[in-house]
């Protein structure tokens, strides 16, 4: 019966309810907008990491090799194979995967290669185990790469864009390669993505051939996946992980070994530093206090206002308690409704935002030519999803605002003695 | 019973001091129609807020039924009015966004019965006061008598054995007093103590017990 009344004082009351719930209302949109937008940068940015099942991509930055028919990506330096044994057994290292990229002049154009290393590929590596078409690399395969000839697998793009299919030859390096499997990753962009995965050994062949100062180098990789256990602590594990790799190739830890989370990439690719994301999280807090207080003293000036009502209600047999409970029952609806509205308008906002936002993913995470047979799905469109603990927490703290400022309210009608307020008419 | 033991009441403003009920003793028996008359000032409305339990005497007692209302905290106070007390007040003080008939729900709305139970004890009082066609209609759109019966069938809703009435006729022309009063007098005859506060002489010649204020005191009893 409260609640029936309480819900019709609420309707009766416009500007009252008007005034409270467009406070609410505009405290949660903002904060809501804000963290969704924010979330929605983390989701974007972790997501290249978490198809490749990776949290952290680990390259050297060196000076290019000389122009030749196969050279490696970009920037990026040969880190010996034997790395990726002493960064698994750093603690919070769960699994590790080393990767060969590099590029294969094929007129006219440059084919991206990226090679796998045979071991983890099932956990951390940027080829899903997971075929649109065909198969995956069998372990012989891998380990022996021509004993039934060289496998290669595409991506889908690739293989549409030259009509390759399963069974297909392709020839990279002066080397027949035949095609395996075709993987699917239109518009999911990956860390390490390539647009031809071949085994590493039959990589290593190819770039030794065309590069004399590579000869002499033992196995090696050029981009490594880590992936971190469950509490890892990732600065102590960035910090081993340079260590380690500056150790193996002689350069220098801070400057040329490379250490890329999503975290790291956050501000290059969103366009929005952490510095700024984290103004933008105190401004809405502080908006949240801002509106909490606005709410308090609306609800204790509505109870001023409402002193014959209450008055009355004391005359005719209401209880403090009865009281109470109709104010809070009403500040609960006003903050549900402003909280749920702020939510609505908040997801609203962050969902335009998405839809709009385009980010690049940085070139190190993804080491693309700049002739590549097919582009690579390099912006980042990442679809906005909701996030039932944020709305619960926006809803959870729309009604704390309100029944704080109901409570204050109540505590307020408590100390009004009847015959005083009927008095003060 | 009501019984009023040297109750005293004293306002403070600042430093002044006004006493308002000064040491009254008075004794009004169940289902008496007691009528206090005296003038504007003299104590009658602050009279009938101790004997409701809305004020409490800065001295002296008020005992009804043998339980002393200075004794008693403020739910119990609460509790006292919504079983015992109906208060038609001066002013009707019926609030304005409520309607006919959740003004007359509106004693009932904390009680635990169900809400078809409420509206058809407020629907009973409603048709008793003759305004069972203005249910949905707001306060600022009845008449001044309109309102004054809406107020007493809220006092009444609770079915209290006590109902108290200041000033029910001032504001009213003549022949609406007479109606209020009427319909007083039809629920004190159903064996309700009546207890009205008035300036209205006229409204002695009902009064089967007469108390006559002055400056806070009663200087007149019969």
Not at chain 1, 191 to 199: L, N, R
Not at chain 2, 79 to 92: P, T
Not at chain 2, 143 to 155: D, F, L, M, T, Y
């Amino acid at each position: 019966m409260i609640l029936a009344y309480a819900w019709r004082e609420v309707a009766r009351r416009k500007t009252r309810t008007t005034l409270m719930v467009m406070s609410i209302f505009f405290a949660i949109a903002l904060f809501v907008s804000v963290l969704a937008v924010l979330n929605f940068f983390k989701e974007a940015v972790s997501l290249p990491f978490k198809t490749a099942g990776a949290d952290m991509v680990v390259e050297t930055f060196v000076e290019p090799g000389p122009w030749k028919r196969v050279r490696l990506a970009r920037h990026l330096g040969p880190i010996p194979l034997s790395v990726l044994n002493e960064i698994k057994g750093i603690p919070g290292v769960e699994d590790v995967s080393g990767l060969l990229l590099f590029w294969s002049w094929e007129a006219p154009r440059m084919i991206n290669i990226a090679a796998v290393d045979p071991s983890d590929l099932e956990r951390v590596s940027p080829v899903s185990t997971r075929t649109a078409l065909g198969r995956m690399f069998t372990r012989l395969e891998l380990s022996v790469p021509s004993f039934e000839g060289y496998s290669a697998i595409l991506d889908k793009r690739f293989a549409e864009t030259f009509g390759l299919k399963v069974g297909s030859q392709i020839e990279l390096a002066g080397r027949k390669f035949t095609v395996i499997g075709i993987v699917d990753y239109t518009n999911v962009p990956r860390v390490g993505q390539a647009e031809v995965f071949i085994p590493l050994n039959v990589a290593l062949e190819m770039v030794r051939e065309s590069h004399e100062y590579l000869r002499g180098k033992g196995d090696f990789v050029n981009m490594i996946l880590v992936k971190l256990s469950a509490g890892a602590d990732r600065k102590a594990v960035e910090g081993k992980i340079r260590q380690i790799v500056a150790n193996a190739t002689g350069l220098n830890p801070e400057k040329q070994v490379k250490v890329f989370t999503s975290e790291s990439i956050l501000p290059d690719t969103t366009g929005v530093s952490l510095l700024t994301q984290q103004m933008f999280k105190v401004i809405a807090i502080l908006m949240l206090i801002g509106i909490a207080l606005l709410v308090m003293k609306t609800s204790v000036a509505a109870v001023t206002e409402r002193t014959q009502e209450i008055g009355i209600m004391k005359a005719v047999g209401w209880r403090d308690s009865d009281i109470a409970k109709l104010i809070l029952t009403e500040s609960a609806i006003q903050g549900l409704i402003g909280g749920i509205l702020g939510c609505i308008a908040g997801y609203a906002v962050a969902f335009l935002y998405a839809a709009t936002a385009k980010f690049n993913l940085p070139h190190p995470i993804v080491p693309y030519s700049c002739l590549p047979a097919a582009a690579p799905p390099q912006t980042l469109s990442v679809a906005m999803k909701l996030s039932w603990e944020l709305i619960i927490l926006a809803l959870v703290i729309s009604l704390a605002m309100s029944l704080l400022g109901g409570y204050l309210a109540a505590k307020h009608a408590a100390t009004m003695r009847p015959a005083e307020a009927l008095r003060r008419l | 019973m009501i019984e009023l033991r040297q109750a005293t009441k004293i306002y403070r403003k600042g430093r002044i001091e006004v006493k308002a009920v000064d040491g009254v003793d008075l004794k009004i028996k169940d289902g008496e129609l007691t009528v206090i008359v005296g003038v504007s000032g003299s104590g009658k409305t602050t009279l009938l807020n101790l004997i409701a339990g809305l004020d409490t005497p800065t001295s002296g007692s008020v005992l009804v039924d043998g339980t002393d209302l200075t004794k008693l905290d403020n739910e119990q106070l609460t509790l006292y009015r919504r079983e015992k007390i109906g208060f038609v007040f001066q002013f009707f003080y019926l609030i304005p966004t409520l309607t006919v008939l959740e003004n007359v729900m509106l004693p009932l709305v904390p009680l635990p019965m169900s809400a078809k139970e409420k509206q058809e004890r407020a629907m009973r009082l409603i048709e008793a006061v003759g305004l069972a066609d203005r249910i949905n209609h707001l306060p600022g759109e009845l008449s001044g008598g309109e309102q004054q019966r809406v107020a007493i069938a809220r006092a009444l809703v609770n079915d209290p054995p006590i109902l108290l009435a200041d000033e029910p006729t001032s504001d009213l022309d003549t022949q609406t007093g007479d109606q209020v009063v009427e319909l007083l007098r039809r629920f004190h005859a159903q064996g309700k103590t009546l207890i009205i506060a008035t300036h209205d002489e006229r409204l002695t010649q009902i009064a089967s017990h007469l108390v006559r204020m002055r400056d806070g005191k009663i200087v007149e009893e019969a």
